[in-house]
Each structure stands twice: as structure tokens, then as C-alpha cells.
């Protein structure tokens, strides 16, 4: 398998200031724990590129990115919510966040790559149409399933969302839409509040949001029940053209920020599962966007497990 990695300095500049959780740092650490794989060397570099403002348009609106432009150039602290820690480089940051996964998907439809991960930050899946939240500016995810669908045709993208959280602005960004289906696991109820299991999609989307809500000391047995009785089941009912990963490994149970206790196994089986699904439906089609994991060790031994599992064959 030809796996892609994205990986780019231009992540280090947005700088959230000291003792902040999301933090460069981050970056460093998954460095760290590839380097010391044999199998790195083994990565397809794809180059990261920002997004151009009519892709993100498809997903936020020109106000909102208007006014992000204008409040980090001005060197405040925060965007919309203190939790959005900002300085002068953040604005440039994001639509590089947000434009890595499009490269991803353009080397994937070319077929110079099977699957792929962008390692990059800020993440996304918080963000809103008009507002940055929980330490999301763009939402990397739905910029990407809209360009697959607009830039490359497809027409069914599913994305999974194991983070921790719940991925409310990639929810909202679809729910009225049947043609993205948005699979959550997240501790429940916690930050940000959203994600109940009654939360299933609006209008012609009713149907195409599917919450599974953990509680706090959920461990893998949870998850792997989840995926066999919900969320598997789903994806094969949906048939998706591409599978993309909210990849936030936060859920782990060294992470300081939850209470949910998976093993870093656990990430590699979901991993291959996903993997099996894209296989089955999507041509083996998956991408892969990092979002949260806040333990500096972990974070790098959880992406080592999942890019370990992507590079080898089924």
C-alpha cells in the first residue's frame, strides 16, 4: 500500500501560547515516534498547500473568513472563544490546515497514493459556518468532503469521527445533506455538548448523522460493539466513494482532557476496520486528518499504530 503523509513546519507557526493543550509540541511528538519506525522512509511525502477561499466558502461563509483574517492579523489573543488561541501566522496556519487534506485527495484520485494521513493543526471538526470553537478554526474534514465531491465528483463521502469530542460543526456542516454520512463515537455528555444518539439528521439528511454516545470509562470492548451493531452496518447501508478519518486520538486512556480509556490497539483495529469498509465500497479510497490527542507521548505511539496499519495491505 502506498500511504501519503502530509507533514509541513508551516504547522509549527501557530503558536497558541504556553499551557495551552493544543500546541506545536504536537507535531513534534508524531515526528518523534515515526522517525524511530523503519517503515517511515516508506511514506509517499505529499506536499501540503493552503486552501483557496472558494473552498472553504463551501463549508463557512466569506464573513466568517473575512473576519478570521482580520482578528489574527491584528495579533489578538483568542478567535470568537478564548479555547481558539490565536497569534499573527494563525489565519495563514489554517487554510494551510484546511487545503493539506485537498493535496491528499489529489494524489489519491491520481493514484499516487492508496491512502493517506495529514498530520497538521490547528484541527477542525468544532469549527462552525461563522464561528472558530474549541480550538478550530476551519473544519479541515467537511472543506475535504465537499472538494471530493465538487473537485473530484464523487458522489457519496462518509466521514468517521473517533475524536473524543464530538465533531459538531462537521454535523452541522451536513446534516440537512444526504450525501455525506457523518459517524460519531464521543464521550457524552461532555464538551461540546452535542451529539446525542436521538441527533440523526434534518430534512432529506435524516438519516446520514449516526451519534454513538460513550459514557465516561467507555473502553474498547464499547467502541468494538459500537462498530459491530451501529457503525459498520451503516457504512455498508451507505456505500461511501471515500472514507475520510476525523482522527483526533484523544479518546485514549492517557489523555488528559476525557475520561473515555482505549488502548492504542484499539486505533489500529478501527484502522483496519475502516480500511475493510473502504475496500468493500470506496475503490480502498480512505483519507486521514488529524484532530485532537493531547498526551505528547501517546499522540505519537497512537499515529505510528494507525499509519503502521494504513501502509500494509489488508
Known amino acids: 500500500m502506498a500511504t501519503g503523509l502530509i507533514d509541513d513546519d508551516r504547522f509549527l507557526l ?43 466558502e463551501a463549508v ?36 494551510l490546515a484546511a487545503g493539506a487534506p485537498l493535496a491528499l485527495a489529489d494524489a489519491l484520485i491520481e493514484g499516487q497514493i492508496d491512502n493517506g494521513f ?17 480550538f478550530c478554526l476551519f473544519n479541515n474534514v467537511a472543506v475535504l468532503a465537499r472538494y ?5 465528483g464523487l458522489d457519496k463521502v462518509a466521514i468517521v469521527d473517533w475524536d473524543v469530542h464530538h465533531g459538531n460543526g462537521t454535523q452541522h456542516s451536513f446534516e440537512e445533506d444526504p450525501s455525506v454520512l457523518y459517524v460519531s463515537t464521543h464521550q457524552y455528555p461532555y464538551y461540546p455538548g452535542t451529539g446525542a444518539a436521538y441527533e440523526t439528521g434534518s430534512g432529506r439528511g435524516r438519516g446520514a448523522t ?40 484523544d479518546a485514549h486512556r492517557d489523555d488528559p482532557l476525557a475520561d473515555v480509556h482505549l488502548s492504542t490497539g484499539c486505533f489500529r483495529w478501527m484502522t483496519e476496520r475502516l480500511m475493510e469498509v ?18 505528547l507521548a501517546r499522540l ?13 495491505p489488508l
Open 14 to 56: 501557530h503558536d497558541t501560547g504556553p499551557h495551552h493543550p493544543e500546541c506545536a509540541a504536537r507535531v513534534g511528538a508524531v515526528r518523534q515516534a515515526l522517525a524511530t519506525q523503519a517503515w517511515r522512509d516508506e511514506l509517499v511525502d505529499v506536499t501540503a498547500r493552503p486552501a483557496a477561499i472558494e473552498e472553504l
Open 60 to 95: 463557512h461563509s466569506l464573513n466568517y473568513l473575512r473576519r478570521a483574517a482580520r482578528v489574527c492579523a491584528a495579533g489578538a489573543a483568542y478567535l470568537d472563544v478564548p479555547d481558539v488561541a490565536i497569534n499573527e501566522y494563525s489565519y495563514e496556519v489554517a487554510l
Open 118 to 134: 495529514a498530520l497538521l493543526r490547528p484541527p477542525g471538526h468544532h469549527a462552525e459556518r461563522e464561528s472558530a470553537m474549541g
Open 148 to 152: 471530493l465531491q465538487r473537485g473530484h
Open 210 to 249: 449516526l451519534n454513538c454516545p460513550m459514557p465516561a470509562g467507555a473502553t474498547d470492548t464499547a467502541y468494538e460493539r459500537a462498530f459491530f451493531e451501529e457503525i459498520l452496518p451503516k457504512l455498508a447501508w451507505f456505500k461511501p466513494e471515500c472514507v475520510i478519518i476525523s482522527a483526533g486520538f
Open 278 to 295: 473502504a475496500a468493500d465500497h470506496a475503490g480502498g479510497r480512505l483519507l486521514s486528518v488529524l484532530e485532537g490527542g493531547y498526551n
Open 300 to 312: 505519537g505511539d497512537c499515529v505510528s499504530a494507525h499509519l503502521e496499519r494504513l501502509r500494509a
